[in-house]
């Protein structure tokens, strides 16, 4: 015999009431990145001065109770923005634009007095751990001495939740594994309080289960209100739990794409290059598109994607395609609408 599903009117109402409060924490960006551009100075032989440009015209937003995924190819500039955000970048950099957090104004002084408290990062590359400081140490942080019970409690359920033995919070980093090492910094920032968690490529090395779990993480990080800006090169894993999909290409965003809009071809997409990422999945044939994104050096008065573009028109060559709102999402083509 069928069981009829039962109704919890309660848990409907909650569940209800929710959703509603993630509505509105949504509406509101808790940073804004307009119009950014970066470049480095390099110093040549004699005393030769050149600009290298990273990134320009970059604007993104991300929202509360949201995660916005940062996909695009290597050299993007995806972890510079994050460096940019959280004020880590070398001396030799210039940067220029408008960046707002929580309404205000971000500030290197800004970024420095929040970087580590209300913004994390869970950084790409394993070399930012202290090499001399203990794992467990590293994790909790400087804590007032009366929080450091709690702490270290909260630590082992985490660490427990990761698969980390005890005995990992008094090792030295050198004596992780990569894959272990990436679950302490998951776990760092599952511990902080943050508000703003800026994860730079967490998942790999991490095996499936592993996998599903760190993700489960964000998505709970964003449900309690934060905003998550995961940067990844794996669009599966992004599409499982992202609201919004940011596709980089070159140093700028070509388009800013709800998850919704990745569905069966893709005919939503706005952009011919979140198209061939799209149709490069496995699911989807690997269509890889031929050329590779323009270097740092190269002039370029067009379009960015001209050389690649199988939609290209002659006004494609001519200056920088803007950045416009089309079906709720935004796309710097001219052949969007
Ligand atoms: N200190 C620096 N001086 C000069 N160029 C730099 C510097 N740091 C990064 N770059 C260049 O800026 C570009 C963007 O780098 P970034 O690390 O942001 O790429 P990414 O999108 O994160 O790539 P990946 O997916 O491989 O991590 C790269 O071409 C890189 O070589
Ligand atoms: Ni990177």
Same mark, same amino acid.
């Given at each position: 015999? =069928?069981?009829?599903?039962?109704? %919890?009117?309660?848990?409907?109402?909650?569940?209800?009431?929710?959703?509603?409060?993630?509505?509105?924490?949504?509406?509101?960006?808790?940073?804004?990145?307009?119009?950014?551009?970066?470049?480095?100075?390099?110093?040549?032989?004699?005393?030769?001065?050149?600009? !290298?440009k990273?990134?320009?015209?970059?604007?993104?937003?991300? /929202?509360?109770?949201?995660?916005?995924?940062?996909?695009?190819?290597s050299?993007?500039?995806?972890?510079?923005?994050? &460096?940019?955000?959280? =004020?880590?970048?070398?001396?030799n950099a210039?940067? $220029?634009?408008?960046?707002? /957090? $929580?309404?205000?104004? !971000?500030?290197?002084?800004?970024?420095?007095?929040?970087?580590?408290?209300? #913004?994390?990062?869970?950084?790409?590359?394993i070399?930012?751990?202290?090499?001399?400081?203990?794992?467990?140490?590293?994790?909790? @942080?400087?804590?007032?001495?009366?929080?450091? @019970?709690?702490?270290?409690?909260?630590?082992?359920?985490?660490f427990q939740?990761?698969?980390?033995?005890?005995?990992v919070?008094?090792?030295?980093?050198?004596? !992780?594994? @990569?894959?272990?090492?990436?679950?302490?910094?998951?776990?760092?920032?599952v511990?902080?309080?943050?508000?703003?968690?800026?994860?730079?490529?967490?998942?790999?090395?991490l095996?499936?289960?592993?996998?599903?779990?760190?993700?489960?993480? +964000?998505? $709970?990080?964003?449900?309690?209100?934060?905003?998550?800006?995961l #940067?990844? &090169?794996?669009?599966?894993?992004?599409?499982?739990?992202? &609201?919004?999909?940011?596709?980089?290409?070159?140093?700028t965003?070509?388009?800013?794409?709800?998850?919704?809009? +990745?569905? %069966?071809?893709?005919?939503?997409?706005?952009h011919? /290059?979140?198209?061939?990422?799209? %149709?490069?999945?496995?699911? %989807?044939? +690997?269509?890889?598109?031929? =050329?590779?994104?323009?270097?740092?050096?190269?002039?370029?008065?067009?379009?960015?994607?001209? $050389?690649?573009?199988?939609?290209?028109?002659?006004?494609?060559?001519? @200056?920088?395609?803007?950045?416009?709102?089309?079906? =709720?999402?935004?796309?710097?083509?001219?052949?969007a609408?």
């Open positions: 015999m =069928g069981s009829k599903a039962e109704i %919890n009117p309660k848990k409907e109402l909650s569940t209800g009431l929710e959703a509603v409060a993630r509505e509105r924490k949504k509406n509101e960006a808790l940073l804004t990145v307009e119009d950014l551009s970066l470049s480095f100075t390099q110093y040549m032989s004699g005393l030769r001065q050149t600009e !290298l990273v990134i320009s015209n970059l604007s993104i937003q991300a /929202y509360k109770g949201e995660i916005l995924a940062i996909v695009g190819s050299g993007s500039g995806k972890s510079l923005l994050a &460096h940019a955000i959280l =004020g880590i970048l070398p001396l210039k940067l $220029d634009g408008k960046m707002e /957090y $929580d309404g205000k104004k !971000l500030t290197q002084e800004r970024k420095e007095e929040l970087r580590g408290k209300e #913004i994390a990062l869970i950084p790409q590359a070399t930012y751990l202290d090499p001399l400081m203990k794992i467990s140490n590293q994790v909790i @942080g400087s804590v007032e001495k009366e929080k450091e @019970g709690l702490m270290k409690k909260l630590q082992g359920e985490v939740r990761y698969g980390l033995k005890p005995e919070e008094g090792m030295l980093p050198h004596e !992780l594994s @990569g894959g272990m090492t990436r679950r302490v910094l998951v776990s760092t920032a511990i902080s309080s943050s508000k703003l968690i800026i994860a730079d490529e967490p998942t790999p090395g095996d499936d289960k592993t996998l599903n779990e760190t993700l489960s993480y +964000f998505k $709970d990080m964003a449900d309690k209100g934060c905003a998550v800006i #940067i990844t &090169h794996d669009i599966e894993a992004a599409l499982k739990i992202s &609201h919004k999909i940011a596709v980089f290409y070159a140093g965003v070509l388009e800013v794409a709800n998850v919704e809009d +990745f569905k %069966n071809n893709g005919e939503n997409l706005r011919p /290059y979140t198209r061939a990422l799209w %149709n490069a999945l496995p699911q %989807n044939k +690997f269509q890889a598109i031929k =050329g590779h994104q323009p270097m740092q050096d190269e002039v370029i008065d067009g379009c960015i994607f001209y $050389d690649r573009c199988s939609k290209k028109k002659a006004i494609c060559s001519r @200056g920088i395609p803007q950045l416009k709102q089309v079906n =709720g999402g935004v796309v710097r083509c001219n052949n609408s």
